[in-house]
């Protein structure tokens, strides 16, 4: 059941939608919002996750095996979604992939309101936007290149 839910979540819904499917959103991560980081981040550690990036001092992301998450310290209040255009699951670059801006007007051709969007700031490049699904729960897409 499980394989058939995710099968039906990223195939398109219909001939009028634009084909989201083929266009990845990037690696997928869970961005947790932390009061203090050090602390949060030796409790994934015991958990088993391994550190791969951040600044420690404001952000950090773990993985283990692949479960990617995000700890942010005073950046934002609720838990997210967060998908990285750009990245592979293990957080490697991808020579191709499809950009922010392009899966951002995918999105908004199939009705999805956009907040929070820095994709109009420039062509190319690092951008992001967030959409909210119908419980309000945030969806972070943030290109790192």
Do not use: C
């Not at 990036?53 to 479960?67: A, K, R």
């Amino acid at each position: 059941m499980a394989a058939h839910y995710l099968w039906t979540m990223t195939r398109p819904t219909s001939a009028h939608s634009p084909d989201i499917a083929a266009s990845s959103l990037g690696a997928f991560s869970i961005s947790l919002p932390v009061e203090d980081l050090p602390t949060s981040k030796a409790f994934y550690e015991r958990l088993g996750f391994t550190a791969t990036g951040g600044d420690d001092e404001s952000w950090t992301i773990l993985m283990n095996g692949p479960v990617i998450i995000g700890l942010f310290q005073g950046m934002f209040d609720k838990p997210m979604l967060t998908f990285n255009p750009g990245w592979a699951n293990d957080t490697s670059e991808l020579d191709a992939f499809t950009d922010v801006r392009v899966i951002k007007d995918q999105l908004v051709a199939a009705g999805v309101t956009v907040e929070s969007d820095t994709t109009g700031d420039s062509e190319n490049g690092p951008a992001s936007f967030a959409v909210f699904d119908p419980d309000g729960n945030p969806i972070l897409i943030d290109q790192h290149r």
